[in-house]
């Protein structure tokens, strides 16, 4: 096949250089090009009645209209009109109702969303949903009549679909089904198991007081699935312990101690309804040995059911007893010195509390993780999650492993070179980015970062001989455009404890790296969100490294130079043992962060709540037991 352009000025369109395709099997005879290989690439048109179909079930689900969605649904069916599977998925969803869906990771804060405009949504009017239990039974018999419809269409389920259906059936106390439901979900191919898969059984069952179904699927989630829990789910486990069947209360102390324990390493400062069920633990007959005349020889041993164990010696998060003889003492809202750690207060004052330090392995493992996430852009098992970055960083960028390879190996090597010379070990990490960008997206602000304010951090340490490691992407340095010629000085200042991270790299897997490494303190306001996403895996540990290590700044004007500094305090904020006799449990305060069971994503969420203190405090808990006679 020859093609050529004919260059022709007829009328037909030959006059702009369209191409003709020759077949040389039949003499003289042409065909457009559009006639074939535009046929060939096109792609099919969708329905508009589909289409309208979708828009209009989005906007259902965007305005929580059950009944309006599940109307517009039947009569597509009965018009022949074809329902895609997302909004299949989108109707099995609304079924459930999305009105009370509690805030979590992703949520847009409810003043921050703009009013849409009318003529993005249909003039479809909104009608009100009765909750009561017939409507919710009515909802369930919807649900999974869509589930029967896609089956006949062989439409698989996805995760979101059977989570939905797992959660109706759970909130409807027929949990056999949403068991069974449950094991069809963990065989299906395209559900990837998420937390929220269990989440609603786990909490049905302990609403049930069923503490041996629901630690069975503890069980299940985290050996089986490898699920780390939130703590929605460690607060349903801990009111499971205080209201359990009686056959279970002897069981119920151990399982608490190992929740409460696990709570710990995975929560920094627990909402107010999980600080209020670890009051009501130590208040109830629970906290309390069990007798003769209150045990019974029937009780089932959930201990092997779960595999309990007690954390390793060297693990500081470990609670000890929740158990007294002589029963507990509880003080609420005590006060602390900031400067020292020694509470002021309650029924422990005068006690301090204590750092929590990351074991060896922790550090290894986050190490590793940061070096496969360099060379590979992912960890293994979740290569699939997103196509974005996280932390509102846009897409993930193309990967050229042997590029990133090449670089990398140069910066271990540069990082070695400075463990070799103790003179030039980094007593902290500089992430110059976050500090050179650090007010700088009002109009008219230059494209460059701030090299004065990073400069003003660098003399910081310097001043008071300590040394620090500046990491800065290569395009803001000479002879980039990007460095105006008066900051060439103050970049050279900075030499030799300065790197440039790579062109088509980011910056901050240096500096993690580099205070990995060095197990320094590093300089950053970076929530580090995109971070956590994609170490899933290694969230606790993240966690504790940043609030050992992580030092936040703060600039007094936006011109101005005068640095304030935020170092970690001398003590872990986190929930804690204290000499074999007490625990103390933080309590929130204003600007804490990413409290999502109290409703709280950032730090202005609860500034205008009087209820919540600006100071530190701690809820106190005290055994009554003499202390020397249980040594």
Same mark, same amino acid.
């Given at each position: 096949?020859?093609?050529?352009?004919?260059?022709?000025?007829?009328?037909? &369109?030959?006059?702009?250089?369209?191409?003709?395709?020759?077949?040389?099997?039949?003499?003289?005879?042409?065909?457009?090009?559009?006639?074939?290989?535009?046929?060939?690439?096109?792609?099919?048109?969708?329905?508009?009645?589909?289409?309208?179909?979708?828009?209009?079930?989005?906007?259902?689900?965007?305005?929580? @209209?059950?009944?309006?969605?599940?109307?517009?649904?039947?009569?597509?069916?009965?018009?022949?009109?074809?329902?895609?599977?997302?909004?299949?998925?989108?109707?099995?969803?609304?079924?459930?109702?999305?009105?009370?869906?509690?805030?979590?990771?992703?949520?847009?804060?409810?003043?921050?969303?703009?009013?849409?405009?009318?003529?993005?949504?249909?003039?479809?009017?909104?009608?009100?949903?009765?909750?009561?239990?017939?409507?919710?039974?009515?909802?369930?018999?919807?649900?999974?009549?869509?589930?029967?419809?896609?089956?006949?269409?062989?439409?698989?389920?996805?995760?979101?679909?059977?989570?939905?259906?797992?959660?109706?059936?759970?909130?409807?106390?027929?949990?056999?089904?949403?068991?069974?439901?449950?094991?069809?979900?963990?065989?299906?191919?395209?559900?990837?198991? $998420? %937390?929220?898969?269990?989440?609603?059984?786990?909490?049905?069952?302990?609403?049930?007081?069923?503490?041996?179904?629901?630690?069975?699927?503890? $069980?299940?989630?985290?050996?089986?699935?490898?699920?780390?829990?939130?703590?929605?789910?460690?607060?349903?486990?801990?009111?499971?312990?205080?209201?359990?069947?009686?056959?279970?209360?002897?069981?119920?102390?151990?399982?608490?101690?190992?929740?409460?324990?696990?709570?710990?390493?995975?929560?920094?400062?627990?909402?107010?309804?999980?600080?209020?069920? %670890?009051?009501?633990?130590?208040?109830?007959?629970?906290?309390?040995?069990?007798?003769?005349?209150?045990?019974?020889?029937?009780?089932? @041993?959930?201990?092997?059911?779960?595999?309990?164990?007690?954390?390793?010696?060297?693990?500081?998060?470990? /609670?000890?007893?929740?158990?007294?003889?002589?029963?507990?003492?509880?003080?609420?809202?005590?006060?602390?010195?900031?400067?020292?750690?020694?509470?002021?207060?309650?029924?422990?004052?005068?006690?301090?509390?204590?750092?929590?330090?990351?074991?060896?392995?922790?550090?290894?493992?986050?190490?590793?993780?940061?070096?496969?996430?360099?060379? @590979?852009?992912?960890?293994?098992?979740?290569?699939?999650?997103?196509?974005?970055?996280?932390?509102?960083? &846009?897409?993930?960028?193309?990967?050229?492993?042997?590029?990133?390879?090449?670089?990398?190996?140069?910066?271990?090597?540069?990082?070695?070179?400075?463990?070799?010379? $103790?003179?030039?070990?980094?007593?902290?990490?500089?992430?110059?980015?976050?500090?050179?960008?650090?007010?700088?997206?009002?109009?008219?602000?230059?494209?460059?970062?701030?090299?004065?304010?990073?400069?003003?951090?660098?003399?910081?340490?310097?001043?008071?001989?300590?040394?620090?490691?500046?990491?800065?992407?290569?395009?803001?340095?000479?002879?980039?455009?990007?460095?105006?010629?008066?900051?060439?000085?103050?970049?050279?200042?900075?030499?030799?404890?300065?790197?440039?991270?790579?062109?088509?790299?980011?910056?901050?897997?240096?500096?993690?790296?580099?205070?990995?490494?060095?197990?320094?303190?590093?300089?950053?306001?970076?929530?580090?969100?995109?971070?956590?996403?994609?170490?899933?895996?290694?969230?606790?540990?993240?966690?504790?490294?940043?609030?050992?290590?992580?030092?936040?700044?703060?600039?007094?004007?936006?011109?101005?130079?005068?640095?304030?500094?935020?170092?970690?305090?001398?003590?872990?904020?986190?929930?804690?043992?204290?000499?074999?006799?007490? /625990?103390?449990?933080?309590?929130?305060?204003?600007?804490?962060?990413?409290?999502?069971?109290? &409703?709280?994503?950032?730090?202005?969420?609860?500034?205008?709540?009087?209820? %919540?203190? $600006?100071?530190?405090?701690?809820?106190? %808990?005290?055994?009554?037991?003499?202390?020397?006679?249980?040594?």
């Amino acid at each position: 096949i020859v093609i050529e352009a004919s260059m022709s000025s007829d009328t037909n &369109g030959d006059a702009m250089g369209q191409k003709r395709v020759h077949d040389s099997s039949v003499p003289g005879r042409k065909i457009e090009k559009s006639e074939t290989q535009k046929s060939k690439t096109k792609k099919r048109k969708k329905d508009p009645q589909v289409l309208q179909v979708r828009r209009q079930l989005q906007q259902c689900c965007a305005r929580n @209209d059950f009944q309006t969605a599940i109307a517009i649904y039947k009569k597509a069916l009965a018009e022949n009109i074809e329902v895609e599977a997302q909004s299949l998925y989108n109707l099995i969803n609304l079924c459930d109702g999305f009105e009370n869906r509690p805030l979590h990771i992703g949520t847009p804060k409810p003043n921050s969303c703009k009013n849409k405009s009318a003529n993005h949504i249909d003039s479809v009017p909104k009608t009100e949903d009765n909750h009561g239990d017939d409507q919710y039974d009515f909802r369930v018999k919807c649900a999974f009549q869509i589930q029967k419809d896609m089956d006949r269409r062989g439409l698989p389920l996805n995760e979101t679909a059977y989570s939905a259906l797992i959660r109706m059936l759970s909130k409807a106390l027929r949990l056999e089904e949403a068991e069974s439901l449950l094991n069809e979900a963990e065989r299906t191919q395209q559900c990837q198991v $998420k %937390i929220r898969l269990y989440s609603s059984l786990l909490q049905a069952y302990c609403q049930q007081g069923s503490l041996d179904k629901a630690v069975k699927l503890w $069980k299940r989630m985290s050996v089986q699935q490898k699920l780390s829990l939130t703590e929605k789910e460690y607060k349903a486990l801990l009111q499971c312990c205080c209201c359990c069947k009686s056959e279970f209360l002897s069981s119920s102390q151990i399982i608490f101690e190992r929740v409460l324990s696990e709570l710990a390493e995975d929560v920094l400062v627990p909402c107010q309804d999980t600080v209020q069920t %670890i009051q009501k633990w130590f208040h109830s007959r629970n906290a309390a040995p069990l007798s003769r005349d209150n045990s019974d020889n029937n009780h089932a @041993d959930l201990s092997h059911a779960v595999k309990i164990e007690a954390p390793p010696k060297s693990c500081a998060s470990i /609670i000890g007893p929740v158990v007294s003889r002589e029963g507990w003492s509880l003080d609420f809202g005590c006060t602390i010195a900031n400067s020292t750690g020694v509470l002021t207060s309650g029924c422990l004052q005068g006690q301090s509390l204590h750092p929590v330090p990351l074991l060896e392995e922790s550090w290894s493992a986050m190490i590793d993780y940061n070096e496969q996430i360099v060379i @590979d852009g992912s960890v293994e098992g979740h290569q699939n999650i997103s196509e974005f970055q996280g932390g509102g960083k &846009g897409k993930k960028r193309p990967r050229d492993k042997e590029h990133n390879f090449k670089n990398w190996r140069r910066f271990l090597d540069f990082l070695d070179s400075l463990q070799n010379d $103790k003179a030039r070990v980094p007593h902290a990490v500089l992430d110059a980015a976050n500090v050179g960008y650090y007010e700088q997206n009002f109009k008219g602000a230059p494209r460059h970062v701030n090299y004065q304010k990073i400069d003003r951090v660098v003399k910081h340490f310097v001043s008071r001989n300590k040394n620090i490691l500046v990491i800065l992407h290569a395009r803001h340095f000479p002879p980039s455009p990007l460095c105006p010629q008066w900051a060439v000085p103050i970049v050279k200042s900075w030499q030799p404890l300065v790197y440039q991270a790579d062109k088509g790299m980011n910056d901050d897997w240096f500096w993690l790296q580099a205070a990995l490494k060095f197990r320094c303190l590093f300089v950053t306001n970076d929530l580090m969100r995109d971070h956590q996403f994609q170490m899933l895996d290694m969230k606790r540990k993240f966690e504790r490294w940043k609030e050992r290590h992580q030092v936040k700044f703060h600039f007094l004007s936006r011109s101005g130079l005068e640095l304030e500094l935020f170092y970690p305090p001398r003590y872990s904020r986190r929930i804690q043992r204290i000499n074999n006799n007490g /625990i103390v449990i933080p309590l929130v305060k204003q600007g804490d962060e990413q409290r999502f069971l109290d &409703g709280s994503l950032v730090a202005g969420d609860n500034c205008n709540n009087t209820s %919540i203190p $600006k100071e530190e405090t701690y809820l106190c %808990i005290r055994s009554n037991n003499n202390i020397d006679s249980e040594s």
